[in-house]
């Protein structure tokens, strides 16, 4: 490995596009969790595809590590170098190439962001459905296989990407799949390379499945005594086929975040929140049968929002649980932890987690997207107090445990980085070195986000540069 020759040749290629100042280091070598600092040797911003094949290709060259950045909104460590090396960051790389209205698809560039993307679509009647919250680039959003609120209805990025364009560690450009809607040629490219979190290669170009904008929407959240009631109210909800856009859970603990971090006034109790997307006559009904089920379940204080600001002041109070939660308990940080089951064992688990948390010395608030069994925990905790710490990795350690028990997975859309390597060989058994074997074949020296998603290399963890767990 020679990093220093790596990065003089890089200067040569880019100019002042590759920086090693020491803001633009720590901004790529942060996290929004509980990891340390881990910041690159430096940032490169690539302005074309060709220059990202050249920038591999000379990394590949001197050994050098290579890390993809989109937004840095991934939550399992993904994005940060703590091998050291090039974050490759794609903001330079922001364009909608082409809206193809008639065949609902829209090519883009990787630093594309969601929020962006759907603004430029309002005057086609199309948008583009998945939502992690954040607003995340698309390219990052491919790479960790997002999904989210909207997931129960329109699918994860594995169900909106048709093709893609990536570059491998050698350099060579390949593209990945078609805008034709179904194929039986080859192996399915595409979606070895959704979820692969830069360990196999760069992506530099997206083609996504667009979905017409509904003609009705309307949304409600509802209030519950208990938890397992708004969760059984999911579970029967789902089970009888009610075509819900998006059906969300917060706990007790998350409303009174909410309350105190944007002045809301939700009872101080578990709640959902839910969509309908549709005709006029289909939401209505869907909106009328949701609210008998919740109903039997003792659900009250139902507030609609049918105006769009009104929902949009509720998906935003949604999407800022995570900074709530921990504007709630200043100075601590936190482990965020994520797991996904059948829907069937979702009211189990949900009770289960609470009650080990309950039992705790540290705070846990509870939410998700329970639509597809897949919630969210985040553990709060003083870092100097180690009672604090290790109840923290152990409750994190117990949800994924009682998920891979009861035939989930470690993680529902969080993705593994370095933050749940230690869950992969237990979910996945010896399918885990099929994984580690593709990464050899495509990534034979190993610069790819070195440390993240197949075993790290065992000189690496000797040698310190990766986070013990």
Known sequence: ????????????????????????????????????????????????????????????????????????????????????????????????????????????????????????????????????????????????????????????????????????????????????????????????????????????????????????????????????????????TIQMGIGMARIEFVDAATAAAFNAYKGSDLPECPHLMVEFHGSESGVREQAETFGEIAAEHGARGFEWAERPEARTALWTMRHHAHWAILASRPGERAVVTDICVPISRLAEAVEATRADIAASPISGPILGHVGDGNFHCILLFDESDLVQVDAAKTLAARMVERALDMGGTATGEHGIGIGKLDYMQAEHGAAWSVMSALKSALDPAGIMNPGKMVPAPADAIEAGSLPAK
């Open 1 to 236: 490995m020679n990093i220093a020759k790596a990065l003089a040749e890089l200067e040569t290629l880019l100019g002042q596009r590759l920086t090693r100042s020491k803001p633009d280091l720590e901004q790529h070598g942060g996290s929004e969790t509980h990891f340390p600092l881990a910041p690159p040797d430096a940032v490169a911003y690539p302005e074309t595809k060709d220059e990202v094949a050249r920038i591999l290709s000379i990394c590949a060259a001197h050994g050098c590590p290579v890390i993809g950045w989109g937004a840095g909104t991934s939550l399992e460590g993904q994005a940060q170098a703590f091998s050291g090396g090039v974050c490759v960051d794609f903001r330079l790389m922001n364009r909608v190439l082409h809206v193809n209205s008639d065949d609902m698809d829209v090519v883009v560039q990787p630093g594309v962001t969601r929020e962006d993307l759907n603004t430029q679509l309002r005057a086609t009647g199309l948008f583009f459905p998945v939502d992690p919250g954040a607003n995340a680039t698309l390219g990052g959003m491919a790479a960790t296989r997002a999904s989210g609120t909207t997931a129960v209805r329109y699918g994860t990025m594995r169900d909106n990407v048709l093709a893609l364009e990536v570059v491998l560690s050698d350099g060579r450009i390949i593209r990945t799949g078609t805008r034709a809607r179904k194929t039986s040629a080859g192996y399915d490219l595409t979606a070895l390379f959704v979820g692969s979190e830069g360990t196999l290669g760069l992506i530099t170009e997206l083609t996504l499945r667009l979905r017409g904008q509904p003609e009705a929407v309307t949304a409600a959240v509802c209030a519950f005594d208990q938890i397992g009631d708004a969760v059984q109210t999911v579970i029967e």
